[in-house]
């Protein structure tokens, strides 16, 4: 049975990624809804976002299983 920790640094870094989702979830919205001809700028500009979301996770995701490796090494 695994025991890890989710640091502070993880938690807020989660509620970051959590809060630029819904960002990104509502500019899709308001972009469907806007026109069908999408601005080449505004989607340059999400496909950032959601890659520095992935970026973000990634890192959270890398972390807790450096823990989880680390602690299985100790038992």
């Not at 025991?3 to 819904?22: A, F």
């Amino acid at each position: 049975m695994r025991h890890t920790t989710i640091t502070v640094s993880d938690l807020e870094c989660l509620e970051h990624m959590r809060n630029v989702g819904q960002l990104v979830s509502d500019l899709m919205q308001v972009q469907d809804c806007a026109t069908v001809h999408r601005d080449p700028a505004q989607q340059l500009q999400l496909t950032s976002v959601i890659y520095l979301m992935t970026a973000q996770l990634d890192g959270v995701v890398e972390r807790c299983n450096e823990r989880w490796l680390t602690e299985e090494v100790r038992a």
